[in-house]
């Protein structure tokens, strides 16, 4: 049975820093490509940033979080992580991990960053 298990998530201060974890059960993770999505209240889902399959992955980022979030892969841990710094009240959502290989798409059940002073 495939799983994505997210974990990390919390309240932190703006400025601050946290690190989201992804553990994958039941898939070939390295073949996968990876991806970390957002989806505040009220709002739709959006693409935080992708690592694409292999071990040199290549990442992709969208414009908000560029320079401020980092995406990694650990395939021998078949782990994807997001390493989030200097973070604002306006990444305040729900984060999902994401996994995709040809038509298999695979959602964890997200975990809850706030962002708050």
């Not at 820093?17 to 889902?45: E, H, N, V």
């Amino acid at each position: 049975q495939v799983r994505l298990v997210e974990s990390g998530g919390g309240l932190v201060q703006p400025g601050g820093s946290l690190r989201l974890s992804c553990a994958t059960f039941g898939i070939l993770f390295r073949a996968y490509d990876m991806g970390w999505y957002r989806q505040a209240p009220g709002k739709q889902r959006e693409l935080v940033a992708t690592i694409t399959s292999g071990s040199g992955g290549s990442t992709n980022y969208a414009t908000s979080v560029k320079g401020r979030f980092t995406i990694t892969r650990d395939n021998a841990k078949n782990t994807v992580n997001l390493q989030m710094s200097s973070l604002k009240p306006e990444d305040t959502a729900v984060y999902l991990c994401n996994a995709k290989w040809r038509v298999s798409d695979y959602w964890g059940q997200g975990t809850q960053v706030t962002v708050s002073s």
